[in-house]
C-alpha cells in the first residue's frame, strides 16, 4: 500500500446497540472491503455480506461504498453497518487494525481529510462538530445553518469584494505604466465602507450565536441559607447541590445544564454572598461574584422570612436580574416599589409553587435573547476574526486622501482579506491575479 494510511473507526456510540456503523476512509477502503466481504458491492448501495477475516466469520453485514472524491473525506470510503453486540464490533475492529496500511482513526480525522480535500470549510466542519453536540432545537438550527454553508456564503461574498477593490489597487500599484482607469482608491474606499457596515451589523448581535452553542448562562445569586441550592435541584429535578442549614455550605460553583423552550441553558449555583473570615469561603464568594458579573441572567434568592436581606442587595439588581423571594410557603412576599429587575417572583423551592412561572420567566428571557435566524456569529473565533477585518476596513476608510498612497490602502485591504480567510481557512493570493488579469488584461 502507498499513500496516507487508511483509517476506520467506530461511528456510533460505544456499547452495546441494535446497530453498528464502522467508517473507514483511505485509497486501500475498497481492498479493504475485498478482504472482508470477499467482493467489491456497487457503489452508493447498500449490500449483504458475510463479513470473515483469516478464516473466522465475523457477522453478516451491510456493507456500503463511496468512492472518492465524491463521498465526506473526499477519499474512497466504506460503511459497514453491524450487529451492535460487543462482540461484533470488537471483532472487526481487531480485524481492521491488523491489515497493514490500515489503522485507527484519530478524533476528528474524518473531518480533517473532508477540509484537506475541499469537501468544505472550517465553518462548515464546525457546523458537523456542532451539529453532533446539539441538544436543544435552536442548537440543532444553528448548527445546521453553519453546516449548510450559511456563514460561509457569507464571507465567501465579502472575500470576493475585497478581493476585487484590491486586485484594482494593486493593479494600480504595479502596472502603473498601463492604460489604467484614473482613481482606483475611491472606489475601493467606497467598498469598505459598505463592506465595514455589514460586518459589524453582524458583531453586533449580542453574542446570540455563542450563546446559542454554549447555553444561555444563568448565575443563582444570594445570601446564605436563602435556598439557592434547594432552587437549583428544584429546577432540575435531582439533588446536584448539596443542601444544608449551614451557612457557608456551598463554596465552589456548582454548573448544570437544562433545555428551556428549545434553548441550551447553563445554570450556576454560588456560594451564598456574606462577609466571611474563611479564607475557602472568601476565595468561593470572590468566584460568585466574578461568575455573576459575566452572567447572561442572574437569579438573586431572597428569604421571604428574611425580608431586610433586600436592603445589602437592592444595589445588584438590573435588568439582567431576576427577583426570586424563595420560602413563600412561610412568608408572602415582601411589597418593593420598583426593583427594576426583569421580574418578581414568589417561589417555595421546598413545596415547588412558582417553579413554573419562574421557568417561564426564564425562558422568556433567553427567547428574547436568541430568538430569530440562525446567528452568523457562533465562535469566538468567528467573532476575533470579524472583528479584525472590520478594524482593517476602519482603517481604509478613514486613509488620509494623499496621492500615492494607495500601497497603504492596499496593505490594510489585504490584512481585512487574511481575517476574513482565517475564518474559512483559505487564504488564496493566486485570486488576486485572477482578477487583475481578467479585469484590466495586463499585458496583451
Given at each position: 500500500m502507498t499513500g496516507p494510511d487508511t483509517i476506520f473507526a467506530l461511528s456510533?456510540?460505544?456499547g452495546r446497540g441494535g446497530i453498528a456503523v464502522i467508517r473507514i476512509?483511505?485509497?486501500?477502503?475498497?481492498?479493504?472491503?475485498?478482504?472482508?466481504?470477499?467482493?467489491?458491492?456497487?457503489?452508493?448501495?447498500?449490500?449483504?455480506?458475510?463479513?470473515?477475516?483469516?478464516?473466522?466469520?465475523?457477522?453478516?453485514?451491510?456493507?456500503?461504498?463511496?468512492?472518492?472524491?465524491?463521498?465526506?473525506?473526499?477519499?474512497?470510503?466504506?460503511?459497514?453497518?453491524?450487529?451492535?453486540?460487543?462482540?461484533v464490533i470488537s471483532g472487526v475492529l481487531d480485524a481492521l487494525a491488523m491489515i497493514p496500511g490500515c489503522r485507527l482513526a484519530e478524533p476528528g480525522e474524518f473531518s480533517r481529510r473532508g477540509f484537506d480535500q475541499g469537501r468544505f470549510d472550517l465553518v462548515e466542519a464546525e457546523g458537523i462538530g456542532d451539529l453532533v453536540n446539539a441538544e436543544t432545537a435552536a442548537q440543532r438550527r444553528q448548527a445546521l445553518a453553519q453546516m449548510g454553508g450559511a456563514f460561509s456564503a457569507t464571507v465567501t461574498g465579502w472575500a470576493g469584494r475585497l478581493k476585487h477593490?484590491?486586485?484594482?489597487?494593486?493593479a494600480a500599484i504595479d502596472f502603473a505604466d498601463e492604460d489604467l482607469p484614473g482613481d482606483l482608491a475611491a472606489p475601493a474606499i467606497a467598498d469598505s465602507i459598505s463592506l465595514a457596515e455589514e460586518i459589524n451589523h453582524h458583531l453586533a448581535d449580542g453574542r446570540r450565536g455563542e450563546i446559542t452553542r454554549n447555553g444561555l448562562s444563568v448565575a443563582i445569586i444570594g445570601p446564605p441559607n436563602s435556598g439557592k441550592s434547594s432552587l437549583l435541584n428544584?429546577?432540575?429535578?435531582?439533588?446536584a447541590a448539596i443542601v444544608s442549614a449551614i451557612a457557608g455550605t456551598t463554596r465552589d460553583i456548582i454548573e448544570v445544564h437544562l433545555d428551556l423552550g428549545g434553548f441550551a441553558v447553563t445554570l450556576a449555583d454560588t456560594a451564598g454572598l456574606?462577609?466571611?473570615d474563611d479564607p475557602v469561603e472568601q476565595e468561593g464568594i470572590i468566584r460568585a461574584r466574578a461568575r455573576a458579573d459575566r452572567a447572561d441572567l442572574r437569579l438573586l434568592v431572597l428569604d421571604a422570612t428574611a425580608p431586610d436581606d433586600w436592603d445589602s442587595f437592592r444595589d445588584l439588581v438590573d435588568e439582567r436580574m431576576i427577583l426570586v423571594w424563595n420560602k413563600s410557603d412561610l412568608a408572602p412576599m415582601p411589597g418593593l416599589d420598583d426593583t427594576g429587575a426583569q421580574a418578581v417572583l414568589a417561589i417555595s423551592a421546598q413545596t415547588g409553587a412558582g417553579l413554573a412561572a419562574l421557568e417561564t420567566a426564564i425562558t422568556a428571557a433567553a427567547t428574547a435573547r436568541l430568538s430569530g435566524p440562525p446567528a452568523l456569529v457562533?465562535?469566538?473565533?468567528?467573532?476575533?476574526?470579524?472583528?479584525?477585518?472590520?478594524?482593517?476596513?476602519?482603517?481604509?476608510?478613514?486613509?488620509?486622501?494623499?496621492e500615492g498612497r494607495a500601497d497603504l490602502i492596499a496593505e490594510d485591504l489585504r490584512l481585512a482579506l487574511r481575517a476574513l480567510g482565517r475564518i474559512t481557512g483559505r487564504v488564496d493570493v493566486e485570486d488576486l491575479l485572477d482578477v487583475i488579469f481578467r479585469d484590466f488584461c495586463i499585458g496583451k
Open positions: 456510533t456510540p460505544q476512509s483511505g485509497h486501500a477502503a475498497d481492498t479493504i472491503i475485498r478482504t472482508l466481504a470477499g467482493r467489491l458491492p456497487p457503489p452508493r448501495r447498500a449490500s449483504l455480506a458475510d463479513l470473515t477475516f483469516q478464516g473466522e466469520y465475523l457477522d453478516r453485514a451491510l456493507v456500503l461504498r463511496f468512492p472518492g472524491p465524491a463521498s465526506f473525506t473526499g477519499e474512497d470510503m466504506a460503511e459497514l453497518h453491524l450487529h451492535g453486540g460487543l462482540a477593490a484590491l486586485a484594482h489597487l494593486e428544584a429546577l432540575i429535578r435531582r439533588d456574606r462577609t466571611s457562533t465562535r469566538a473565533r468567528h467573532r476575533e476574526a470579524l472583528t479584525d477585518c472590520a478594524q482593517a476596513l476602519d482603517r481604509v476608510c478613514h486613509a488620509p486622501q494623499i
